[in-house]
């Protein structure tokens, strides 16, 4: 089993839709989350962190459930440019980062 | 303010070359990261250094090594170059381990192709 774990799509939704992802981890130790986005053959770009209290930046929402260790993004009203792919990001105090192998979201018109 | 910077971008390698690749971090950061990142794949932690040390090693063979520099600067080396090792190498720089939530920042990243 991965230590993170994410669906890889592709999810293929109309702009404008609702899109949510999630990504599940299995280091209990794990302190810090992330979601970042990569577009092809660039590097990954942070998209937000993800806090315990949840966040959200404009049409993007993260959570956090300890608990259940997954974390969540949701995307509203998804636009063109938001096609590409979504990674999870799980930190350790240990330095380590492990890195899910990402979901694919492709917007169409 | 100036992102992390890697050289080269690109670089051809045969089977058994070694090859240096070099990541300069965003000022103010002094822990850097190295990913392999093959094609159509995850991206697989490397090495982590911190104030000049290694502070964590993925699962990789002791041929990958690299070290950083006072000035941060960072060289990932790969010795008895391999087909597989075939693959975008991305750096990312952060604040440092004492930070709770060090945000990492990549490079564009350097593709080695082995021949």
């Known amino acids: 089993r991965k230590e993170v774990e994410q669906d890889p799509g592709p999810f293929n939704v109309p702009e404008g839709a609702t899109v949510a992802f999630n990504c599940t981890y299995s280091n209990s130790a794990s302190q810090s989350f992330f979601w970042y986005r990569q577009d092809c053959r660039k590097e990954p770009k942070l998209l937000m962190s993800v806090y315990s209290s949840g966040n959200e930046d404009g049409r993007f929402t993260a959570q956090l459930n300890r608990a259940s260790q997954y974390i969540s993004l949701l995307i509203r009203d998804s636009k063109l440019s938001d096609s590409a792919t979504y990674l999870c990001?799980?930190?350790?105090?240990?330095?380590?980062?492990?890195f899910g192998d990402g979901t694919t979201l492709t917007v169409k018109p | 303010e100036a992102g992390v910077t890697q050289s080269p971008t690109h670089l051809i390698k045969t089977r058994g070359q070694q090859v240096t690749l070099r990541c300069s971090p965003i000022s103010g950061h002094t822990s850097v990261y190295w990913y392999q990142q093959a094609l159509g794949l995850g991206l697989q932690f490397l090495l982590w250094?911190?104030?000049?040390?290694?502070?964590n090693r993925g699962n990789f063979p002791p041929r990958f090594s690299g070290r950083q520099f006072p000035n941060y600067s960072s060289e990932l080396n790969v010795n008895a170059l391999e087909l597989e090792d075939s693959a975008l190498y991305l750096c990312?720089?952060?604040?440092?381990?004492?930070?709770?939530?060090?945000?990492?920042?990549f490079g564009p990243g350097t593709r080695l192709t082995v021949l």
């Open positions: 990312a720089s952060s604040k440092g381990q004492l930070i709770s939530y060090n945000e990492q920042f």
């Open positions: 990001v799980v930190n350790t105090n240990a330095g380590k980062s492990t």
């Open positions: 250094y911190d104030e000049g040390e290694e502070r």
